[in-house]
Structures are given as C-alpha cells and as structure tokens.
C-alpha cells in the first residue's frame, strides 16, 4: 500500500486546512487509519484515528473539537479537517495504516 498525502500549506492562526491522503490499494477500505505529527525536536504523536467504517474515532485532546478526520472508502481516501488552527500545531503530518504504512508527510506551519 502507498499513501500520498497532501493539502499542507502555511496559514495563519484561525485559519483553516484540509489535509487529504490517497492510498493505492483497496485494502484501505478494510483497515482504521490515522494522522499522526510531528513537530521539530518532538515525537510523532497520534492527532486522530478512524475505523475502517467511519463509525467511531479518537481525537487527541490538543486538537478535540477544531479537528475532524474522515475517509471516503470508494475513493480510498483519508481526510483531516483543521479548522481555528494555532501556532502549535505546526508540524509535519503523517497518514497512517496498522502495518506500518506512512505516507511521506505534508506540512503545516501556522504563523502570523
């Protein structure tokens, strides 16, 4: 499975962006995904995650209630809606499928 993430992009604080990540495979429809961040001198830490249906997802705390993830299964694609963003969420963000698929990372830099 490959996964190619994209949407990253410089925004100010407040601001909006919506992350998209395509994977090749239809295996992807089978499998919960997430995103996970990494930010410069920190761990990569997990933001979100989803079941392989959509019913049920975990947000972190840092980012409850401004973020939402979401996956279009007949397009084999996973979202991540960041609304009312902030300096601290600046990071390189990761998609993710269990088998230790990543995609290459798209970054977010928040900045006035």
């Known amino acids: 499975v490959q996964l190619q993430a994209s949407g990253g992009g410089t925004v100010q604080p407040g601001g909006s962006l919506r992350l998209s990540c395509a994977a090749s495979?239809?295996?992807?429809?089978?499998?919960?995904s997430a995103w996970y961040r990494q930010a410069p001198g920190n761990q990569r830490e997990l933001v979100a995650q989803?079941?392989?249906?959509?019913?049920?997802?975990y947000y972190a705390d840092s980012v409850k209630g401004r973020f939402t993830i979401s996956r279009d299964n007949a397009k084999n694609t996973l979202y991540l809606q960041m609304n009312v963003l902030k300096p601290e969420d600046t990071a390189v963000y990761y998609c993710y499928l269990p088998g230790n698929f990543w995609g290459q990372g798209t970054l977010v830099t928040v900045s006035s």
């Open positions: 495979g239809s295996v992807f429809r089978i499998l919960p």
């Open positions: 989803i079941t392989s249906s959509g019913s049920a997802n």
